[in-house]
């Protein structure tokens, strides 16, 4: 049964600090892996999203890796901003079932 | 183009009681999710439509909620009767053709229930 854990729950920085996201799942038949922002009140919003021939994909500040070996990936936030404040989701589709499987995030606040 | 639309956005009822959640999704998708988010969790799959097909209902407990897609476009899911177990947030989500594409979702209805 795949699994996804995201560590940590929550993260605290202050403004401009470079930051990084855990992600690890157990299960590396996965078809791609998705990140996804949440912010309170409103829907998922997908940030990124890896193939699994894929190593990495960047956007803007914003660089996902993914090692589907080792079942890892991390989101990585340069230059932190107040505005990037919110819950992050990492999300698996499974090989084997077409399943898309969350993690519980990571909510993150970034102060001025 | 038009998002995900979702209504109600939130709902409060007494347990015993019965809900309905309204779907809209993005306009041409064939594949429509419900999940179901509980507090400080990732969102979980309930019920996954093909058009107006069932393909996956693993995880919807059948024994009180229920989910349709008559036309193959828009959809509902209901809850009856509610226990105080199902408060979550509902989030429906649409992609255009098979379940490995990008999903979109909705804002999502937080329910709560006493």
């Known amino acids: 049964k795949q699994e996804v854990t995201q560590i940590p729950a929550a993260l605290s920085v202050p403004e401009g600090e470079n930051l990084v996201l855990n992600c690890s799942f157990t299960?590396?038949?996965?078809?791609?892996l998705q990140w996804f922002r949440q912010d309170p009140g409103k829907g998922l919003t997908s940030l990124l999203l890896?193939?699994?021939?894929?190593r990495e994909q960047t956007s803007g500040r914003l660089n996902a890796s993914l090692d589907k070996s080792s079942g890892r990936s991390t989101l990585y936030i340069a230059a932190s901003q107040p505005g990037d404040s919110a819950t992050y989701l990492c999300?698996?589709?499974?090989?084997?079932?077409?399943?898309?499987?969350f993690g519980q995030g990571t909510t993150l606040q970034v102060k001025p | 183009e038009a998002g995900v639309a979702q209504s109600p956005r939130y709902k409060i009822i007494e347990k015993r009681q019965s809900v309905a959640f309204w779907c809209n999704p993005i306009?041409?998708?064939?594949?429509l999710y419900w999940y179901q988010q509980i507090l400080g969790q990732g969102p979980k799959l309930l019920i996954q439509?093909?058009?107006?097909?069932?393909?996956?209902d693993s995880q919807l407990p059948k024994d009180r909620f229920s989910a349709e897609r008559l036309k193959g476009v828009d959809s509902t899911l209901k809850i009856q009767p509610a226990k105080l177990e199902d408060s979550a947030v509902y989030l429906c989500?649409?992609?255009?053709?098979?379940?490995?594409?990008?999903?979109?979702f909705g804002p999502g209805t937080r329910l709560t229930v006493l």
């Open positions: 989500a649409s992609s255009p053709d098979r379940g490995t594409d990008t999903q979109y």
């Open positions: 299960d590396s038949a996965i078809y791609n």
């Open positions: 890896i193939q699994s021939s894929q």
């Open positions: 999300a698996v589709i499974s090989s084997n079932t077409g399943k898309l499987i």
């Open positions: 306009s041409g998708h064939a594949t």
């Open positions: 439509f093909q058009n107006n097909g069932v393909v996956d």
